[in-house]
């Protein structure tokens, strides 16, 4: 760690600002060039050992390392790239350029595994005697402390700016670690027996390979189709607004990730129905900046009236909600107003997204829990899922 800590504090000004986009942008340059030269080191030393032995798993960890290399181009550029500004093409900005980047270093990994998979096949059908002296085994075997190294590097990292592909990066290293170690297991036991040992092995590190780029794949591929947010994030927002003078309540909140710590959202704020509306204005205003302020959030907020001082709201809205709670507690009552004369309770219902009951039996056992209150009450129920 004390050379991770001294690369950073000579190639990283302002390190700790992690958060920062400027400084972000060097922490993934570093993180960039130092896997590329690591890797091309261990690719050209396995390469050169593959070549001399004829093994077919030490060619496999040799490419790998290879493709990690191209990977931490990748990785570099996509830094770059998600560092440039917001233009009329792209308003959100680049940031999800990162995870782009991730998605191709994965399809690299995943084809450069099943390449290897269909050779090391071949090997085993068509065994191929190989040279394994000690020399050679202890050669790969100190290939290990760099991968050990650029493991801890590329998590601390990861870390510290909160990168998806410098983490998945990390896991790379560890697989190419575990496979490194099958394939010395390997050399040293075809010393010992005619089995063909390489094949097996260079069989078992492709796998190694396509697995971990089909981990890879998936990681990149969630947050472009969109997942939700981190959920102390949301309860920081919920906590933030909450705090603003005005501000009663919050839900229907839907927040959409535009890369590392920039986050588009919008919700809708329960304000006192009885200001004006320039004062709402005010408040929700007030709240947004509030937000900027203190999280990577850009938010929007919808203004819903809310009525603290009418006496029947607040009677029907205590019972509705008591019989919310014990039908399940999981539900959320929210935008709750009153048609007195068609005896109406009107409000939105936030309920998971699969449920065991259907919404048309949900209504009839709320209403049947409402009606010893009054015989004729009818619910009219929105119901709605959470983003977050």
């Known amino acids: 760690m004390m050379l991770t800590?001294?690369?950073?504090?000579?190639?990283?000004?302002?390190?700790?600002?992690?958060?920062?986009?400027?400084?972000?942008?060097?922490?993934?340059?570093?993180?960039?060039?130092v896997g590329i030269a690591v890797n091309l080191i261990l690719s050209a030393i396995k390469m050169t050992a593959a070549i001399l032995s004829g093994?077919?798993?030490?060619?496999?960890?040799?490419?790998?390392?290879?493709?990690?290399?191209?990977?931490?181009v990748i990785t570099l550029t996509g830094f770059k790239m998600s560092g440039k500004p917001a233009d009329n093409e792209h308003p959100f900005g680049h940031g999800r350029i990162e995870y782009v980047s991730a998605l191709i270093v994965a399809t690299i990994i995943i084809s450069v595994g099943v390449n290897f998979f269909k050779e090391a096949v071949v090997r085993i059908i068509?065994?191929?005697?190989?040279?394994?002296?000690?020399p050679l085994i202890a050669l790969i075997a100190g290939t290990l402390l760099f991968k050990v190294w650029l493991f801890f590097f590329y998590r601390a990292i990861g870390k510290k700016i909160d990168s998806t592909i410098l983490k998945a990066q990390a896991f790379d290293s560890l697989s190419d670690l575990?496979?490194?170690?099958?394939?010395?297991?390997?050399?040293?036991?075809?010393?010992?027996?005619?089995?063909?040992?390489?094949?097996?092995?260079?069989?078992v590190v492709a796998v190694f390979i396509i697995w971990g780029g089909i981990d890879l794949l998936l990681g990149a591929a969630n947050p472009l189709l969109g997942v939700p947010p981190d959920a102390e994030l949301v309860e920081n927002l919920r906590?933030?607004?909450?705090?603003?003078?005005?501000?009663?309540?919050?839900?229907d909140v839907i927040m959409h990730n535009y890369g590392p710590n920039l986050y588009f959202a919008t919700a809708h704020a329960e304000v006192d129905h009885g200001g004006d509306l320039v004062s709402m204005h005010d408040i929700l205003e007030n709240a947004e900046v509030a937000v900027a302020q203190e999280l990577p959030i850009r938010l929007t907020l919808h203004c819903d009236p809310f009525s603290n001082d009418d006496q029947l709201v607040k009677k029907w809205r205590v019972r509705l909600e008591n019989a919310v709670g014990h039908f399940d507690p999981v539900f959320k009552v929210y935008d709750f107003w009153v048609d007195e004369k068609q005896k109406t309770l009107h409000f939105h219902m936030l309920t998971p997204r699969t449920y065991s009951c259907s919404n048309e039996e949900i209504c009839c056992t709320l209403t049947a829990m409402l009606a010893k209150f009054d015989p004729d009450v009818k619910l009219a129920i929105q119901f709605i899922y959470a983003y977050v």
Do not use: E
Not at 126 to 134: I, M, R
Not at 190 to 199: E, I, L, Q, W
Not at 239 to 251: D, F, M, P, S, T
């Open 178 to 203: 575990i496979s490194t170690v099958i394939v010395l297991v390997g050399l040293i036991a075809s010393r010992y027996t005619a089995f063909p040992v390489d094949g097996v092995t260079g069989v």
């Open 239 to 251: 906590k933030c607004l909450l705090a603003q003078k005005g501000i009663h309540g919050v839900h």
């Open 126 to 134: 068509h065994p191929v005697a190989t040279l394994n002296d000690w």
């Open 55 to 72: 093994s077919i798993a030490l060619g496999a960890d040799a490419v790998n390392n290879l493709s990690d290399a191209g990977s931490s």
């Open 5 to 33: 800590h001294l690369l950073i504090r000579l190639f990283v000004r302002n390190h700790a600002l992690c958060q920062d986009p400027v400084v972000r942008l060097r922490y993934g340059m570093l993180s960039g060039a």
